[in-house]
């Protein structure tokens, strides 16, 4: 690499220093956002496929089944390209045209959904792992399906699955970077722009790195807090993929 | 609704489609093969008995999973042909990338494998007076690769799936020749629902097939 | 035969056996009885070196279990050791579980091997499982093949490592009745269990652990008839009255 000039100062120099900022703010933003609408639409549908409802229990697989066997780009594509012309005129029209921030809006709701599906299995093989006899003993009691749920299945389900929800949890923070296919000035887009400015290659795709890396163990050590505080004696623990 | 759409835009471009689709399967079986033989010497590396090579291994695979893809292809796209020295085409530099990547995720299910045969099963072989090399020839390898193969196979279908970020680097893959025609003619309805189609129909059969392999041979 | 001299062993600071010292004769039974967490099945896996022992000797045969110079696969192929959870091999079938170490280790041909192989299922009355795989036996049956592949090595003795404690009451007794035949038919055997019956009927001596130590180390008579420490009384007391 004898040809390659050395230039770090320029990462703290404007407007660098500030594309680095906000890439990364809005990185954490997408991540976040797509969160708050996997978890809880997730967990629905993760508890929906193991109800005794098989009208519950189809609908969840053919959601899982589609969101999972499609590749995360075509998603985003679709999204951002497709479904503005499927929608009923009025809304088409209002999303082309007058819906604020719509590449980081579509970026937003396409990892969403599409982390559901991940958040769903994760649920579903939380409940499945505890024995059929809690269910049962709860039922023995006088609870209904529904306080089964709340006070037997989830409370120790939501425990056994930290791991490998955690791990999905970090996949959002990775799959944001999928944004930027659709033009979302995400952490990534920006060190490709620094690198396409300032020909310092080396040091923007570190920088990125090294952003996603803090991240990374940031969010593993505060879910181990998690995981540690919450811990039940002797409980199953479900393997994390 | 359907009245407005003109699939007819999928015959006239099949043969640019196919070639992208081509592409796509090509970059998919050579990352799986180099994957997965970089992912077992990983996966050997880091059950070694050799502490700093274990620990180095691990640092490795936890360092490229802690990364997008994407910063990855954009890091080997940038940084072959800077190392070799001269222009790399974009294909091997971004096959050099997936197969780094996707070792990391293979050497973890590899080991995952290799952990999950019952620690009885060790004992019993012992026991009989097989040596340690025996022990893993005849016992522990024949089960750790039957526990594996589902998982192995799971990941190359995701692996098919991730091969489409190549759209970043512009290879002229399934996904970004058709959004070439898309763009060019201003149809990306058909275009990205028929490629949407193209992989649920083929991911979804795999990961089904999958399935009956698991059952069948599962111990 | 075998014989154990001042054998202890620590976990960390946890220490798992305490001066343990025992012999056991040619043409022996010995039953090694005691609480959970007695130590008992780490000592009886220490005889064929599975599990180091941090003090003391332990000599098979003549040879020392302990020295680093000794050859284990051999030494472990001469004396036959059957798990509580029978261990047989999943991806292979019950005929084959039994070929394998006779031919990879003692170096026997495929064809004297599955011989030997039937004829040892024929004696346990399982000849006609020899094709299938351990997912389709019982427990009862599985743990009767395990002793199989263990006899098929022709060892010089054998160890149980409580070979009836994951049964279903009604399998016990097959496994029991064979082990029985085995005693009678004079095979050195270290037997750690729960099922004083089986001592009552074959045991020549009954060894009472606990805490790591070995408490009492009596002949039969002696033991059931009065044990000399309250330790083994107490645990005699609960155990008998099932």
Request: charge should be positive; glycine fraction near 8%.
């Amino acid at each position: 690499m004898g040809s390659y000039n050395w230039n770090w100062p320029i990462l703290v120099k404007e407007p660098y220093f500030g594309w680095i900022v906000s890439g990364f703010g809005k990185t954490i933003l997408i991540a976040v956002l797509a969160w708050a609408i996997a978890f809880p639409l997730g967990s629905a549908i993760g508890m929906a496929r193991t109800t005794e409802t098989r009208a519950l229990r189809v609908a969840g697989t053919l959601y899982v089944d589609v969101f999972r066997n499609i590749p995360l780009l075509v998603q985003m594509f679709l999204w951002y390209f497709v479904v503005p012309e499927l929608l009923p005129a009025e809304w088409g029209r209002w999303v082309k045209r007058d819906m604020p921030y719509p590449q980081f809006l579509t970026a937003v709701v396409c990892l969403g959904l599409y982390t559901a599906s991940r958040v769903a299995e994760q649920v579903r093989s939380g409940i499945e792992a505890i024995p059929r006899g809690q269910r049962y003993a709860g039922l023995a009691m006088g609870l209904t399906s529904l306080q089964v749920y709340r006070y037997v299945l989830i409370p120790v389900a939501y425990r056994t699955i930290i791991p490998p929800l955690t791990s999905d949890f970090l996949g959002v923070f990775k799959n944001s970077s999928l944004a930027l296919t659709i033009g979302v000035l995400e952490l990534t887009s920006q060190a490709r722009q620094i690198e396409e400015y300032t020909f310092a290659a080396f040091e923007a795709f570190t920088v990125a790195t090294v952003l996603y890396c803090l991240v990374t163990g940031l969010v593993i050590l505060i879910m181990r807090i998690i995981e540690a505080r919450t811990r039940i004696a002797g409980a199953i623990t479900v393997g994390g993929q | 609704m359907l009245g407005g759409f003109d699939f007819a835009i999928l015959w006239a471009n099949a043969p640019f489609l196919w070639n992208g689709m081509l592409l796509t399967m090509q970059l998919t079986a050579l990352a799986v093969t180099g994957g997965l033989l970089f992912g077992v010497i990983l996966a050997v590396l880091r059950l070694s008995r050799v502490h700093p090579l274990a620990w180095l291994v691990e640092g490795y695979v936890n360092f490229l999973r802690s990364m997008p893809l994407i910063l990855v292809i954009f890091w080997f796209y940038t940084l072959v042909p800077k190392l070799i020295g001269r222009p790399v085409s974009g294909f091997y530099s971004v096959l050099i990338a997936f197969v780094m990547f996707e070792a990391a995720y293979y050497s973890e299910i590899v080991r995952a494998g290799i952990s999950s045969v019952r620690r009885g099963q060790i004992a019993a072989a012992m026991a009989l007076g097989l040596t340690n090399l025996q022990a893993m020839r005849y016992v522990i390898l024949p089960q750790a690769v039957r526990n594996m193969v589902p998982v192995l196979l799971t990941q190359s279908i995701v692996m098919l799936q991730d091969t489409s970020l190549v759209y970043v680097v512009g290879l002229r893959d399934f996904l970004t020749s058709a959004d070439i025609v898309a763009s060019r003619d201003n149809r990306p309805t058909e275009l990205y629902m028929f490629v949407a189609l193209v992989f649920l129909v083929v991911c979804f059969s795999a990961s089904r097939l999958v399935n009956r392999l698991r059952r069948r041979y599962a111990l | 035969m075998i014989e154990l001299t001042g054998v202890s062993k620590w976990y960390g600071r946890f220490q798992v056996l305490a001066n343990c010292s025992m012999r056991i004769d040619k043409g022996e039974v010995v039953v090694i009885c005691g609480p959970s967490g007695s130590g008992k099945s780490t000592l009886i896996k220490c005889i064929n070196g599975l599990e180091p022992f941090s003090k003391g000797t332990i000599t098979v045969d003549g040879i020392s279990v302990g020295d680093p110079g000794t050859n284990l696969p051999k030494l472990r192929s001469r004396i036959g050791m059957v798990f509580q959870n029978f261990e047989l091999f999943p991806h292979m079938t019950a005929g084959e579980n039994i070929v394998l170490a006779q031919q990879k280790v003692l170096g026997r041909e495929r064809a004297a091997a599955k011989t030997k192989a039937f004829e040892l299922l024929t004696r346990m009355g399982l000849a006609e499982h020899a094709a299938k795989y351990p997912a389709q036996l019982s427990g009862g049956q599985q743990q009767r093949v395990a002793i199989a592949r263990a006899l098929a090595m022709d060892p010089i003795a054998m160890l149980f490592d409580e070979p009836t404690s994951a049964l279903d009451p009604e399998m016990i007794t097959e496994v029991l009745d064979v082990m029985v035949k085995l005693a009678e038919e004079g095979m050195t055997m270290a037997v750690v269990t729960h099922e004083m019956g089986f001592a009552r009927k074959v045991a020549d001596r009954v060894v009472f652990m606990d805490q790591g130590a070995i408490i009492e180390d009596a002949n039969k008579e002696a033991f059931f008839g009065t044990p000399r420490s309250e330790r083994a009384q107490l645990f005699l007391s609960k155990i008998l009255q099932h």
